[in-house]
């Protein structure tokens, strides 16, 4: 992670310096400072170079004077998105080993936000690459917040400094190949977060056959890799026993060929990230133990590898689910809903949860319906469907409501098991998968997110480095943190 300071505004003696400055706005702190060291210099090169400080605007100045190596000037606009300005400055800075932002003009949340923001941006996922030329590699190790107030600020960006690390760990989790990120490296990887002070309980095969999982190990049954559920505990009540907690789950598919519905080859490395539900929850629950929530919250995540092995479930089988209800495969494909239909039994039975919410790339037609701009939302609550859309939107993570009802329901009757794991055709797609998995709440207050369509960017954008993006955690942060804890 970027190391990021706060200290009082000063001119820096070497590095790049950053200046936010407002739309129409005269140059004051230490803008003005520097302006006078370049005796007008810098005032006039903004206006040749016709910044005015609109929202996006930027104008760069090389070794303006002392030791300045890089001068940056950033538009803050009317409104400014602190946040986004400091994702957008961290590309223009990289070349730098240090910079200075000149946060005089922001107040101390604001500062923090930017910090954020940059630290965010500041993600790479690195650890495969032993050839890059040094001049490829971004050299931007420390940057410092000059704020007007820098013990404030730094005790904001606390916080935010403990979901920045839960974000980051989503994306290395995701971004992981999946002969390195088995069910059971997923599963040694989390007990890892006990040092946050989570407890970390991890079921294997045996504990869940006798559990009666038998969708979930249906899917696992073609990989050599042996399935893995690990169940995450923040009590962050203080109290003993933990009454109606929060619950997210997780699906975590470390690879999906499709099992004997195989995939098509074009794009099937992409299945690594089949697991990004789970690796949403995992970062989730870190970043909640890091900031020391005040809520009672489960996190569980099903983790096994979908492949068509000599012995992987067939298209036509039944299998019985740990509520008892009985599933035909028809599409082995569809296996994400096998494997969040134990997953959200087990929780039901063993947490009472307040509510849950799971988190899952489920359907390609998700895609086709709402692109890569939002997740699709079904819930059977409404009180919980408005407050996940409006966490997401104050952090940037967009949810819209999708239907569900009795015409979609009907599209998974099946003619001799109680339902089967698709519906009659590609229409609907993802309406019918959210249908099956709401056969298995038991009428708890429950929200299903699709992530398909979010969890990978195949761009660049202010906060997000192109990859994983780690969608969900800071909007189900938001929602805890909104909502749940007192």
Same mark, same amino acid.
């Given at each position: 992670?970027?190391?990021?300071?706060?200290?009082?505004?000063?001119?820096?003696?070497?590095?790049?310096?950053?200046?936010?400055?407002?739309?129409?706005?005269?140059?004051?702190?230490?803008?003005?400072?520097?302006?006078?060291?370049?005796?007008?210099?810098?005032?006039?090169?903004?206006?040749?170079?016709?910044?005015?400080?609109?929202?996006?605007?930027?104008?760069?100045?090389?070794?303006?004077?002392?030791?300045?190596?890089?001068?940056?000037?950033?538009?803050?606009?009317?409104?400014?998105?602190?946040?986004?300005?400091?994702?957008?400055?961290?590309?223009?800075?990289?070349?730098?080993?240090?910079?200075?932002?000149?946060?005089?003009?922001?107040?101390?949340?604001?500062?923090?936000? !930017?910090?954020?923001?940059?630290?965010?941006?500041?993600?790479?996922?690195?650890?495969?690459?032993?050839?890059?030329?040094?001049?490829?590699?971004?050299?931007?190790?420390?940057?410092?917040?000059?704020?007007?107030?820098?013990?404030?600020?730094?005790?904001?960006?606390?916080?935010?400094?403990?979901?920045?690390?839960?974000?980051? !760990?989503?994306?290395?989790?995701?971004?992981?190949?999946?002969?390195?990120?088995?069910?059971?490296?997923?599963?040694?990887?989390?007990?890892?977060?006990?040092?946050?002070?989570?407890?970390?309980?991890?079921?294997?095969?045996?504990?869940?056959?006798?559990?009666?999982?038998?969708?979930?190990?249906?899917?696992?049954?073609?990989?050599?890799?042996?399935?893995?559920?690990?169940?995450?505990?923040?009590?962050?009540?203080?109290?003993?026993?933990?009454?109606?907690?929060?619950?997210?789950?997780?699906?975590?598919?470390?690879?999906?060929?499709?099992?004997?519905?195989?995939?098509?080859?074009?794009?099937?490395?992409?299945?690594?990230?089949?697991?990004?539900?789970?690796?949403?929850?995992?970062?989730?629950?870190?970043?909640?133990?890091?900031?020391?929530?005040?809520?009672?919250?489960?996190?569980?995540?099903?983790?096994?590898?979908?492949?068509?092995?000599?012995?992987?479930?067939?298209?036509?089988?039944?299998?019985?689910?740990?509520?008892?209800?009985?599933?035909?495969?028809?599409?082995?494909?569809?296996?994400?809903?096998?494997?969040?239909?134990?997953?959200?039994?087990?929780?039901?039975?063993?947490?009472?949860?307040?509510?849950?919410?799971?988190?899952?790339?489920?359907?390609?037609?998700?895609?086709?319906?709402?692109?890569?701009?939002?997740?699709?939302?079904?819930?059977?609550?409404?009180?919980?469907?408005?407050?996940?859309?409006?966490?997401?939107?104050?952090?940037?993570?967009?949810?819209?409501?999708?239907?569900?009802?009795?015409?979609?329901?009907?599209?998974?009757?099946?003619?001799?098991?109680?339902?089967?794991?698709?519906?009659?055709?590609?229409?609907?797609?993802?309406?019918?998968?959210?249908?099956?998995?709401?056969?298995?709440?038991?009428?708890?207050?429950?929200?299903?997110?699709?992530?398909?369509?979010?969890?990978?960017?195949?761009?660049?954008?202010?906060?997000?480095?192109?990859?994983?993006?780690?969608?969900?955690?800071?909007?189900?942060?938001?929602?805890?943190?909104?909502?749940?804890?007192?």
């Amino acid at each position: 992670m970027l190391d990021i300071a706060f200290a009082k505004p000063a001119l820096p003696k070497s590095g790049a310096l950053v200046l936010p400055i407002a739309e129409g706005a005269a140059l004051t702190g230490l803008a003005a400072t520097l302006d006078a060291a370049m005796e007008g210099g810098l005032g006039r090169a903004l206006e040749a170079a016709g910044f005015k400080g609109k929202k996006g605007q930027s104008a760069t100045l090389w070794a303006p004077a002392g030791g300045i190596t890089k001068l940056v000037a950033l538009g803050l606009g009317e409104t400014p998105d602190t946040e986004k300005l400091g994702g957008s400055l961290v590309p223009m800075i990289s070349g730098e080993a240090a910079a200075m932002v000149a946060a005089d003009g922001l107040t101390a949340e604001q500062a923090a936000s !930017l910090a954020m923001g940059a630290a965010l941006r500041a993600y790479r996922f690195d650890r495969y690459r032993t050839m890059e030329k040094a001049e490829d590699k971004p050299k931007l190790a420390k940057l410092t917040i000059g704020a007007a107030e820098p013990a404030a600020a730094k005790a904001a960006f606390a916080p935010m400094k403990a979901v920045v690390e839960g974000v980051f !760990l989503t994306r290395d989790l995701v971004s992981e190949p999946a002969n390195i990120l088995t069910p059971a490296e997923f599963a040694d990887r989390l007990k890892g977060l006990e040092k946050l002070g989570l407890g970390i309980e991890v079921l294997g095969p045996k504990e869940m056959k006798k559990l009666g999982f038998g969708a979930l190990l249906g899917v696992a049954q073609g990989s050599i890799n042996e399935p893995r559920m690990v169940v995450m505990k923040w009590n962050g009540s203080g109290r003993k026993k933990m009454d109606k907690p929060l619950c997210f789950i997780g699906k975590g598919v470390t690879f999906d060929t499709g099992g004997i519905s195989i995939k098509p080859a074009g794009g099937m490395e992409d299945m690594k990230w089949d697991m990004a539900g789970a690796g949403t929850v995992a970062g989730l629950m870190a970043a909640l133990a890091g900031r020391k929530a005040k809520a009672d919250i489960i996190g569980i995540v099903g983790l096994v590898e979908n492949m068509p092995g000599h012995n992987a479930q067939r298209p036509g089988d039944v299998v019985t689910s740990a509520s008892g209800q009985t599933i035909e495969v028809i599409n082995t494909d569809a296996e994400g809903r096998l494997v969040l239909a134990d997953v959200i039994h087990y929780a039901i039975q063993k947490f009472d949860p307040a509510f849950m919410v799971d988190l899952a790339t489920l359907t390609g037609a998700i895609i086709v319906a709402l692109g890569h701009e939002h997740a699709g939302l079904f819930a059977n609550d409404e009180e919980l469907a408005a407050r996940i859309i409006a966490a997401g939107n104050a952090v940037g993570e967009a949810a819209w409501r999708m239907p569900l009802g009795d015409a979609y329901d009907k599209q998974i009757k099946s003619d001799i098991a109680d339902m089967k794991n698709v519906g009659g055709g590609r229409a609907g797609g993802s309406i019918t998968a959210a249908c099956f998995i709401q056969r298995f709440v038991q009428g708890k207050p429950w929200a299903h997110l699709d992530i398909a369509g979010t969890a990978w960017s195949s761009k660049d954008s202010p906060t997000i480095p192109k990859g994983a993006t780690a969608y969900g955690v800071r909007m189900l942060d938001r929602l805890v943190a909104e909502h749940y804890e007192g």
